[in-house]
């Protein structure tokens, strides 16, 4: 299995696909790793090679002592870019991954083709309920937070319908290393992008979940009118949109994608 060797940090990442496509990288969401896009590999990998990789302090990437930081985590992405030879290519990122996103778009948009920001956030709060959050998984271990995460992740119809999928989505969470899970989750608690969407120069699309209580719809659609030039899509579901609603997921960002 591959490995890029960072400066500061080792990170696990997957290439796959025909090199004559442009490239499409996925940034996942906090708790997870990249086997959440699973659901969109077949559909994107017709038109583009796919570049996923594991956040610092997730999956099989290095977890160095944290508090981590949005600029690490973008940089994490630039570095990875420099390191496979890949000058522009386009985003996803969801959650955790859409801040990373953000944060690309201002300060690198000559690297990126387009963006897509799904289910995040420019400012996530109240920081109290992250340092809550910090806690309970410093002293009962991810458990002491899976099942109320899962919750939110996913709506109960979702999970009553599919419980083997949300039984493997709530062991991914189980399974996160819970030091690279705090330190990320600081970076998550103190990223406050609302003064940089403005300098997002890149094409951007947004996209919601209706029952999404972390990024709701109204927060979607505040991100996409600060963009410029954004637009806004929002889907059946709640904050795992990709996984909960994969086949219009798939369509609509395909769609932005292509166009």
Partial sequence: MPFADLPDVKIHYEL???????????SNSLGTNLSMWDGQLETFARYFRILRYDTRGHGQSDAPPG?????????????????????HVYFCGLSMGG?????????????????????????????????????????????????TVLERWLTPEYR?????????????????????????????????????????????????????????????????HAIPGASYVELPASHLSNMEAPDEFNRQVLRFLLT
């Avoid at 796959?16 to 996925?26: D, I, M, N, T, Y």
């Fill in 160 to 224: 009553s319908a599919h419980p083997e999928e949300a039984q493997s989505v709530l062991a991914m969470l189980e399974s996160a290393n819970p030091e690279g899970y705090v330190a990320c989750c600081a970076a998550v608690r103190d990223a406050d992008m609302q003064n940089q969407l403005k300098n997002i120069s890149v094409p951007s699309l947004v996209v919601a979940g209706t029952f999404d209580p972390a990024a709701t719809p109204a927060v979607g659609q505040e991100l996409a």
């Fill in 16 to 26: 796959a696909g025909a090199e004559s496509f442009p490239v499409l990288l996925f």
């Fill in 99 to 147: 801040t990373t996103g953000m944060f690309l778009g201002a300060n690198a948009p000559k690297r990126f083709q387009k963006l897509v920001l799904c289910n995040t956030a420019a400012k996530f709060g109240p920081a109290d309920a992250w340092s809550t959050r910090i806690e309970k998984v410093k002293s009962g271990g991810m458990k002491a937070v899976a099942g």
């Fill in 67 to 87: 508090p981590y930081n949005v600029e690490q985590l973008s940089g994490d992405v630039l570095r990875l870019l420099d390191v496979l030879q890949l000058d």
